[in-house]
């Protein structure tokens, strides 16, 4: 008969407690969520990583893109919503069983990576159009509207790097298409004296974004300048029969689309020479390129 000591027993009773706390702690740790993260999906149909990045919706659907630009404490304003539904396990292009997932329809208040009831403030002294502010990581940081509506369109930028800016990405499509106008006339650079953009239809820029197209065309070594047809008369640079010595090229309407843009205008050298312009540029390859750059009519 096997005789126990007392001080073993003690000792083997206390081994066991110490194990059975020590993986009550791991089974713990590997199932808490942080409260200000979304919950991991479940049946590994789908997660927050099939989202190309973190964003929360909020005012009337707009996406506001979770960067991980830090925000002071005494920026953060008032509170102006909070988390209402968890979506990092809704995925358009999942596939369960050979079914497909659901649909999904945005509704302000979801989010792919903060838990429902997590906060959503203001930035002091900015819109909250363009701009608010999460609590994510433990951290205050700027949620950005990934979103530019012009004349009431919407444009999706969401695909561009956590400081992108709207209305930069709307100059850089201007931009290039504007370029894409030259080659359409055979010959037009090599005669132009000088470059003039009228940009009494983009609205949606601010003087800075003009300044930085206006920048872009000094590679052709000619002098840039904002004018439409009457200022370029003013200045005495229209001669007789209407005819310029440089060009002038115009926006005259936008259109768009989710990742693509098309834009209408003309080339204007003299009352009888003249082109009409169409330049479609798209998001491909996580940048903006112009597709297509077609002369619509002559005169």
Same mark, same amino acid.
């Given at each position: 008969?096997?005789?126990?000591?007392?001080?073993?027993?003690?000792?083997?009773?206390?081994?066991?407690?110490?194990?059975?706390?020590?993986?009550?702690?791991?089974?713990?740790?590997?199932?808490?969520?942080?409260?200000?993260?979304?919950?991991?999906?479940?049946?590994?149909?789908?997660?927050?990583?099939?989202?190309?990045?973190?964003?929360?919706?909020?005012?009337?659907?707009?996406?506001?893109?979770?960067?991980?630009?830090?925000?002071?404490?005494?920026?953060?304003?008032?509170?102006?919503?909070?988390?209402?539904?968890?979506?990092?396990?809704?995925?358009?292009?999942s596939i369960k069983d050979g079914v497909i997932e659901q649909p999904y329809v945005k509704q302000d208040g979801d989010s792919n990576a903060l838990a429902v009831g997590s906060k959503?403030?203001?930035?002091?002294?900015?819109?909250?159009?363009?701009?608010?502010?999460?609590?994510?990581?433990?951290?205050?940081?700027?949620?950005?509207?990934?979103?530019?509506?012009?004349?009431?369109?919407?444009?999706?930028?969401?695909?561009?790097?956590?400081?992108?800016?709207?209305?930069?990405?709307?100059?850089?499509?201007?931009?290039?298409?504007?370029?894409?106008?030259?080659?359409?006339?055979?010959?037009?650079?090599?005669?132009?004296?000088?470059?003039?953009?009228?940009?009494?239809?983009?609205?949606?820029?601010?003087?800075?974004?003009?300044?930085?197209?206006?920048? @872009?065309? /000094?590679?052709?070594?000619?002098?840039?300048?904002?004018?439409?047809? *009457?200022? $370029?008369?003013? #200045?005495?640079? &229209?001669?007789?029969?209407?005819?310029?010595?440089?060009?002038?090229?115009?926006?005259?309407?936008?259109?768009?689309?989710?990742?693509?843009?098309?834009?209408?205008?003309?080339? @204007?050298? /003299?009352?009888?020479?003249?082109?009409?312009?169409?330049?479609?540029? *798209?998001? $491909?390859?996580? #940048?903006?390129? &112009?597709?297509?750059?077609?002369?619509?009519?002559?005169?």
């Amino acid at each position: 008969m096997i005789k126990w000591n007392p001080i073993g027993i003690y000792l083997l009773v206390f081994l066991l407690i110490l194990s059975g706390c020590g993986q009550s702690r791991d089974v713990d740790h590997a199932t808490a969520v942080k409260s200000d993260q979304a919950p991991p999906s479940k049946d590994g149909v789908s997660s927050q990583a099939s989202w190309p990045y973190p964003f929360v919706h909020w005012g009337n659907g707009q996406t506001y893109r979770i960067t991980n630009t830090i925000v002071e404490n005494d920026e953060v304003g008032s509170e102006i919503g909070q988390v209402k539904r968890d979506i990092s396990s809704f995925d358009l292009i999942s596939i369960k069983d050979g079914v497909i997932e659901q649909p999904y329809v945005k509704q302000d208040g979801d989010s792919n990576a903060l838990a429902v009831g997590s906060k959503i403030y203001a930035f002091k002294d900015e819109d909250d159009r363009d701009v608010i502010v999460v609590n994510h990581n433990d951290k205050y940081v700027k949620a950005l509207n990934t979103v530019r509506c012009p004349e009431g369109q919407c444009i999706d930028i969401s695909g561009e790097t956590d400081d992108s800016d709207p209305e930069r990405e709307m100059g850089e499509i201007y931009q290039l298409a504007l370029d894409a106008y030259l080659p359409l006339w055979k010959g037009l650079i090599d005669d132009m004296k000088y470059i003039a953009i009228d940009m009494s239809n983009l609205t949606d820029l601010s003087d800075k974004n003009k300044k930085q197209i206006l920048e @872009y065309f /000094s590679k052709y070594n000619v002098d840039i300048m904002d004018s439409n047809l *009457e200022q $370029l008369e003013e #200045k005495g640079l &229209v001669k007789d029969a209407s005819s310029i010595d440089g060009v002038l090229l115009r926006v005259e309407s936008t259109e768009i689309m989710e990742n693509k843009v098309t834009i209408k205008g003309s080339v @204007y050298k /003299s009352a009888k020479g003249a082109i009409g312009t169409l330049v479609e540029v *798209e998001f $491909l390859n996580g #940048k903006w390129q &112009v597709t297509k750059a077609n002369d619509t009519w002559i005169s």
